[in-house]
């Protein structure tokens, strides 16, 4: 059981708009950390594409954007490419467990 | 071009030891916290502890509190990990990352090194 909760997956056609939710609780996101995404391809490491809640690092197309709200966030992906088929994990701080935390992990599927 | 090796990985039986490596280099190391964060086969992220620039201030998930530790040599551009009283559900994939904030290690974690593999098994 994640500290933070994902869908374990997600889906879409190319071109299409999809959203990744990413929900805490009042020690990680809702006491104010902040909220960074990670992309996996399969069989590599994971990459960051969102840092800060909705920074994103040179490199990450503006197609990616993130937000933040009370004690969730979300990951939008906007003209869905082929290429976004991955795994997508949320991560934040936790007061209570003096640590980092991540969600479950979200497979996003491209039709 | 910042880079992140780990090495030290490897088959160990459960009850035993192994001590993983993080060689850093493209970047000024001390003036960043470090993480480990592992995956098991088929799972989810999941950090195993992290380190501020200085070592003065250090972490553990709960899952691994007691019998892991981390370390760093700043003179050697280095980061460890002393992993004792194996358990199969140590066995995974463990990746180094470079904490995007600075100092301390409440940050972002980029870039992540390619991992090395952790195995238990009798």
């Known amino acids: 059981q994640s500290v933070l909760t994902q869908p374990p997956s997600v889906s879409g056609a190319p071109g299409q708009r999809v959203t990744i939710s990413c929900t805490g609780s009042?020690?990680?996101?809702?006491?104010?950390?902040?909220v960074h995404w990670y992309q996996q391809l399969p069989g590599t490491a994971p990459k960051l594409v969102i840092y800060?809640?909705?920074n994103r690092p040179s490199g990450v197309p503006d197609r990616f954007s993130g937000s933040k709200s009370g004690t969730s966030a979300s990951l939008a992906i906007t003209g869905l490419q082929a290429e976004d088929e991955a795994d997508y994990y949320c991560q934040s701080y936790d007061s209570s467990l003096s640590g980092s935390v991540f969600g479950g992990g979200t497979k996003l599927t491209v039709l | 071009e910042v880079q992140l090796v780990e090495s030290g990985g490897g088959l160990v039986q459960p009850g035993r030891s192994l001590r993983l490596s993080c060689a850093a280099s493209?970047?000024?190391?001390?003036?960043?916290?470090m993480h480990w964060v592992r995956q098991a086969p088929g799972k989810g992220l999941e950090w195993v502890s992290g380190?501020?620039?200085?070592?003065?201030?250090?972490g553990y998930a709960d899952s691994v509190k007691g019998r892991f530790t981390i370390s760093r040599d700043n003179a050697k551009n280095s980061l460890y990990l002393q992993m004792n009283s194996l358990r199969a559900e140590d066995m995974a994939l463990y990746y180094c990352a470079k904490d995007g904030r600075g100092y301390d290690s409440k940050g972002w974690f980029d870039p992540w090194g390619q991992g090395t593999l952790v195995t238990v098994s009798s």
């Open positions: 493209g970047f000024i190391f001390d003036d960043y916290a």
């Open positions: 009042s020690s990680n996101i809702g006491a104010g950390y902040d």
């Open positions: 380190i501020s620039w200085n070592s003065g201030s250090i």
């Open positions: 800060s809640n909705r």
